[in-house]
């Protein structure tokens, strides 16, 4: 429909602690504060970080006049709320080892912590909406991860190469990943230090590549050795996938799959909540108990993401999430695409620029439409590199 209009976004900076310095900066073109992580640019509607518009809060806008943004089917189906959360990461340390609930865990949960407490904003709190978390990931530069548990074959070798952990190999003999994650998540911190103490003396002074675990394990422990205290994150270095993703590459975290993100920039998709339960690496809080109830054990084989083309310019990345789909667009100079948005869409444009609907956006800027919006896009001089994100 030619009446539906499009807006322009300013996403949501969060100052994470792993954050970089630069690239979100020059993305964007805002001023940082010196010394400041920048870790993830938001464009959604989320309440932690709602995306501003000329008309005001994204979540408000949505919140007056769901039939028009999500469609009246939309609006149904997704209680009048946006469904997904775009984000651009700039990873520069290591994310902690976590894990995200299902749709059913994260209600159960929701409710028994809104009846029960803690509020929502205490750092103890676990589930912080009642929504489920599933997210994709698609790199921007060289991208490393940990991302679900080795193969069996996989982990009996990393026994026999890792110093220390004789009696850890017998306990996943004898009970497998389960019973062996579960085992050191509930030990004793003088067990864990017994257990990491000749791991952290070999990797000592060692110079090691980041297609290895001991890269990763050798910087989590300078960063999170405590008072002489190792972090137990360090076990799930070792026992899950490290992956390495290259540019345009993508990954899908669902629920129960225990993952962390360790260096690189990429494009995040998600459905739109804030619900992590957290494993290690890490000063934020840790509830085992939630932890080990909500994983997934299954030996897994990453599955890297490539974009599948469609005939008219576009490329998606397919996942099984029904509250989100990814697709990404290149264009030349002065070359035109018509779109069609039966759904609401949020546009990231990610190199280059564009001209839409009257307006310019060049790179780092935003717009979102609303469900039923056509419109022709031109790229700008020296092309355009464009992400769209709506509903699965």
């Known amino acids: 429909m030619k ?28 001023e940082k504060p010196d010394d400041a992580p920048w870790a993830e640019l938001w464009l959604g509607a989320h309440p932690k970080g709602p995306a501003e518009t000329p008309a005001g809060s994204l979540e408000e806008l949505i919140a007056n006049a769901p039939g028009y943004w999500l469609g009246e089917a ?3 189906e997704w209680n009048g709320q946006l469904p997904f959360l775009l984000k651009v990461l700039d990873v520069q340390k290591m994310l902690s080892i ?17 009846r029960s407490g803690p509020t929502r904003n205490a750092p103890n709190r676990n589930y912080r909406d009642a929504n489920h978390k599933p997210e994709l990931g698609v790199a921007v530069t060289d991208f490393y991860l940990l991302h679900g548990f080795k193969t069996d074959e996989e982990l009996r070798r990393v026994f026999q190469v890792v110093p220390g952990w004789a009696d850890l190999q017998q306990v996943y003999y004898l009970h497998g990943i389960q019973g062996l994650y579960r085992y050191v998540m509930k030990a004793e911190q003088s067990t864990v230090n017994e257990w990491l103490a000749p791991l952290a003396e070999k990797l000592e002074g060692g110079d090691y590549q980041s297609s290895s675990a001991d890269h990763w394990a050798q910087r989590a422990f300078k960063r999170y050795t405590k008072n002489g205290n190792y972090d137990r994150g360090i076990f799930s270095i070792y026992w899950l996938n490290l992956v390495h993703l290259r540019p345009g590459e993508g990954i899908f975290q669902d629920a129960g799959i225990l993952h962390a993100y360790l260096q690189g920039v990429c494009i995040e998709l998600m459905a739109n909540s804030d619900n992590v339960l957290r494993g290690g690496l890490t000063p934020k809080h840790i509830d085992v108990p939630e932890l080990v109830k909500q994983l997934d054990y299954k030996h897994i084989h990453p599955r890297i993401i490539k974009p599948v083309a469609q005939n008219n310019k576009w490329q998606y990345y397919p996942t099984p999430a029904p509250d989100f789909k990814l697709y990404t667009l290149n264009l030349n100079a002065g070359e035109s695409v018509e779109v069609a948005d039966s759904q609401v869409a949020i546009y990231l444009v990610f190199e280059g620029s564009l001209s839409v609907g009257g307006k310019d956006f060049t790179s780092g800027k935003s717009f979102i439409v609303p469900a039923g919006f056509q419109q022709t896009i031109t790229a700008g001089v020296g092309g355009v590199t464009i992400y769209r994100a709506t509903v699965g």
């Open 3 to 30: 009446d539906r209009k499009l807006l322009p976004l300013k996403g949501t900076i969060q100052d994470y602690a792993w954050g970089g310095q630069d690239f979100l900066a020059s993305f964007t073109g805002r």
């Open 98 to 114: 976590q894990v995200h609930p299902t749709k059913t865990a994260a209600e159960i949960g929701f409710a028994e912590e809104e």
């Open 74 to 76: 939309g609006a149904k």
